[in-house]
DNA sequence: AGCATTCTGTACCGAGCGGTACGTATCCGA
DNA sequence: TCGGATACGTACCGCTCGGTACAGAATGCT
């Protein structure tokens, strides 16, 4: 039973696409339900249908958010050592946040860092996503540490949770209309105090006979 | 001519501090008026006669909130070198985000990062408050060069970029609900990366006899 | 005492909010 | 060809938004 009934007029990924760009630019209070609808090109019972409501379009639109602009992620966890890890993800995020054809900064933040005590919760939901991603990130360096990749005495928590706050700021800065040139330079400073703190080994080292 | 007409029956200044907090929990679009107004203790007529309107009162929210409680800048930018003014600002910062008689975060970000379009220049106001804060880091650090106490091939702008995006992300993460303790650890592993990348002169080396 | 001046509280404004009822259009299966 | 099912557009819901009109209350000046 393909489909029964009338059919869509619409793309549900293509509309979802165009929500994200909207809670992204105006965060989940600024975007209003009329805001959204003429981005999506369709009327607000569509909407409801579709997707259910606002606070459910904005859920969704995070999950893709988080699926297609972040999936630099998981490229970066996938590299070898816990240096390139970093430095993919710091690098990669720069280029994200900055990208022309995309609001500037990060859904995750832009989204809203606070709200009105009715939408408490949507704030709550960000931070929790974000922080999410630093634990994913520890998990990560953890096992650095366990493959002897970092040394046993550095603290995977302690630095992703570093890195996720950089990461954090330059979201910050590229709202504010900061150049990607400029977000680079802070970048490789935070990679050079990572390397620093953690311990790491350099790409250098570790491929260049000691 | 002190007074005329009847007085006003609440303190001006006691209740712009409590919009400071409405405005800083819940951000600029966040705050209703009527929040604003059962918070100050006052009535809807009164804010206006005092402050103007929701924007105005927001504009002097936010002068007071960083003549109150950013005043620890100041007191970094007075320090005598530039790792210690360096220092005096992450570990500071990392206060003023979570004190516990105040909303964690920093009201320049929580204000709001994102608006709608109709509020678009909240945003960019408080953007442009920030990157202020940055220009003036960026000054110090280059009195630090023009003094010897950075040497000559520091970059302050971007070293100032690095910082500032370092308390952007700690404000961040703070009102998602982080610890002091552990925000912290993250602003000794920035300062170790700025001091590194700078190659400040770190208080030993400048006490102690080379 | 009386008046101009200023502040206070109530009650209200038009507009926009998120969300929905309902009649119509368009599809599939029988 | 017709009925069940789904999506569509219009027009509307109650509510809250930021902002204000207005009348009464409290002061200083004369």
């Not at 990924?13 to 989940?28: I, K, M, P, S, T």
């Not at 003429?38 to 909407?47: D, H, R, T, W, Y």
């Not at 790491?200 to 260049?208: H, I, K, S």
């Given at each position: 039973?393909p489909?029964?009934g009338?059919?869509?007029?619409?793309?549900?990924?293509?509309?979802l696409?165009r929500a994200?760009?909207v809670?992204?630019?105006?965060g989940y209070?600024g975007a209003s339900?009329?805001?959204?609808?003429e981005?999506m090109?369709?009327?607000?019972?569509?909407?409801y249908?579709?997707f259910g409501?606002?606070e459910?379009?904005?859920?969704?639109?995070?999950a893709?958010?988080?699926e297609k602009?972040m999936g630099?992620?998981?490229?970066?966890?996938?590299q070898?050592?816990?240096y390139?890890?970093?430095?993919?993800l710091l690098r990669?995020?720069?280029?994200?946040?900055?990208r022309?054809?995309?609001p500037?900064g990060?859904?995750?933040?832009?989204g809203?860092?606070?709200c009105?005590?009715d939408?408490a919760?949507?704030a709550?939901?960000?931070a929790a996503?974000?922080?999410?991603g630093?634990g994913?990130?520890?998990?990560?360096l953890a096992?650095?540490?366990?493959?002897?990749?970092?040394?046993?005495?550095a603290d995977?928590v302690a630095?992703?949770?570093?890195?996720?706050?950089?990461?954090?700021?330059q979201?910050?800065?590229?709202?504010?209309?900061v150049?990607r040139e400029?977000?680079r330079?802070?970048?490789?400073?935070?990679?050079?105090g990572?390397?620093?703190a953690?311990?790491?080994r350099?790409?250098?080292?570790?491929?260049?006979?000691?």
């Amino acid at each position: 039973m393909p489909q029964r009934g009338r059919p869509r007029g619409f793309d549900v990924d293509e509309a979802l696409e165009r929500a994200v760009e909207v809670f992204w630019r105006q965060g989940y209070e600024g975007a209003s339900v009329t805001d959204l609808t003429e981005a999506m090109g369709i009327n607000k019972p569509s909407l409801y249908a579709a997707f259910g409501g606002k606070e459910e379009l904005f859920r969704k639109a995070v999950a893709r958010y988080a699926e297609k602009d972040m999936g630099y992620a998981r490229d970066a966890f996938a590299q070898p050592t816990a240096y390139e890890v970093v430095a993919t993800l710091l690098r990669e995020n720069v280029i994200a946040v900055t990208r022309t054809d995309r609001p500037a900064g990060c859904l995750s933040i832009q989204g809203g860092t606070s709200c009105s005590t009715d939408n408490a919760p949507i704030a709550g939901f960000l931070a929790a996503s974000r922080l999410g991603g630093e634990g994913a990130l520890a998990d990560r360096l953890a096992r650095a540490v366990a493959e002897g990749d970092l040394p046993a005495h550095a603290d995977p928590v302690a630095l992703a949770r570093f890195i996720m706050i950089v990461t954090e700021g330059q979201a910050v800065h590229a709202a504010a209309g900061v150049s990607r040139e400029d977000l680079r330079q802070a970048a490789e400073i935070a990679l050079a105090g990572f390397a620093a703190a953690s311990g790491a080994r350099l790409p250098e080292q570790a491929t260049r006979p000691v």
